[in-house]
C-alpha cells in the first residue's frame, strides 16, 4: 500500500515570495491534516480536513496560509507572503476517519516539505 | 508551557543499554501515540495506547501508558544503532480529537 506523498521535499524562497505544498494521503483515508514542525519542536497541527470539509483550521495563520482539498483526496497548502519564521518543515498526514468514538484514529505521515525562507 | 511534556529531551547511550522516555500530561490522555522520525523525515507510527494501564511491545520496543492516562513511557532495550532518531510523543487531550505532541527526544547510540 503506498503511503502519503508529499512535493516537493525541498524549498528554498526568499521571503514575501510565494510557495505550494501538495500532498496525496493514503488511498481510502477520508482525514487529512497539515502540520508545522520548526526545528527542535514537535509538530503542531494547522488544518485538518474531513473529505473535502475543513475541521479545524484554528491554529492557521490565515491571513498567509490557505489550504484547500477540492475533491476529497489530494490537498494543497500555500504561503503567501512568506516570512522568515516559516522556515520549518511542513507535513502531511492522513486517517482513515477523525474518530472511533473518543479516539483518533491513527494519522499516517508523508515525508515532509523542509522549506527554508531567505 | 507544554501540553506534553518529554523527557529527557536528548539521551546519549551505549549500544546494548537500555532506555527508557517519558511523556506526561497534567490532563487525561485519550488516545497516545508514539513515532520515530529521522532527521528530515516524516514520521513513522509505532505503538497506540488507550485504556489505563496498557502496554504494548514490538521487537525490542515497550510503550506503557499509566492507570491515570496522564503518563506514558517507552522503553528500549538493549539498544541497537538502528534505533537512533527522535521520539514523539503525540496524544489526544481530554478528547479534543486532534493530536498535540511533545517536544521530541533526540536518541543518539554510540557504538
Known amino acids: 500500500e503506498a503511503g502519503v506523498a508529499q512535493s516537493p521535499r525541498y524549498k528554498i524562497i526568499e521571503k514575501r515570495q510565494s510557495v505550494a505544498f501538495w500532498c496525496n494521503p493514503i488511498?481510502?483515508?477520508?482525514?487529512l491534516y497539515w502540520y508545522q514542525q520548526i526545528l527542535g519542536q514537535g509538530p503542531k497541527l494547522l488544518i485538518q480536513?474531513?473529505?473535502?470539509?475543513?475541521?479545524?483550521d484554528s491554529q492557521l495563520p490565515k491571513d498567509r496560509f490557505s489550504a484547500e482539498r477540492l475533491k476529497g483526496v489530494d490537498s494543497t497548502l500555500k504561503i503567501q507572503p512568506a516570512k522568515l519564521e516559516d522556515s520549518a518543515v511542513y507535513l502531511c498526514?492522513?486517517?482513515?476517519?477523525?474518530?472511533?468514538?473518543?479516539?483518533?484514529?491513527?494519522?499516517?505521515f508523508g515525508p515532509g516539505t523542509r522549506l527554508t525562507v531567505l | 508551557s507544554q501540553e506534553l511534556e518529554q523527557s529527557p529531551q536528548s539521551l546519549i547511550v551505549q549500544e546494548g543499554k537500555n532506555l527508557t522516555i517519558n511523556c506526561t500530561s497534567s490532563k487525561t490522555l485519550y488516545g497516545l501515540y508514539w513515532y520515530k522520525q529521522k532527521y528530515g523525515e516524516g514520521l513513522i507510527f509505532l505503538m497506540m495506547?488507550?485504556?489505563?494501564?496498557e502496554e504494548k511491545s514490538h521487537e525490542k520496543i515497550t510503550a506503557k501508558l499509566d492507570e491515570k492516562k496522564q503518563q506514558s513511557s517507552l522503553h528500549i532495550t538493549a539498544s541497537q544503532p538502528s534505533h537512533a532518531g527522535i521520539y514523539l510523543c503525540?496524544?489526544?487531550?481530554?478528547?479534543?480529537?486532534?493530536?498535540?505532541f511533545g517536544q521530541g527526544t533526540r536518541l543518539t547510540i554510540n557504538p
Open positions: 503525540g496524544a489526544d487531550i481530554q478528547g479534543a480529537q486532534k493530536l498535540v
Open positions: 495506547l488507550q485504556k489505563g494501564g
Open positions: 498526514a492522513s486517517s482513515f476517519r477523525i474518530t472511533s468514538g473518543i479516539i483518533t484514529d491513527t494519522q499516517y
Open positions: 480536513f474531513q473529505n473535502n470539509g475543513v475541521v479545524d
Open positions: 488511498s481510502g483515508h477520508a482525514t
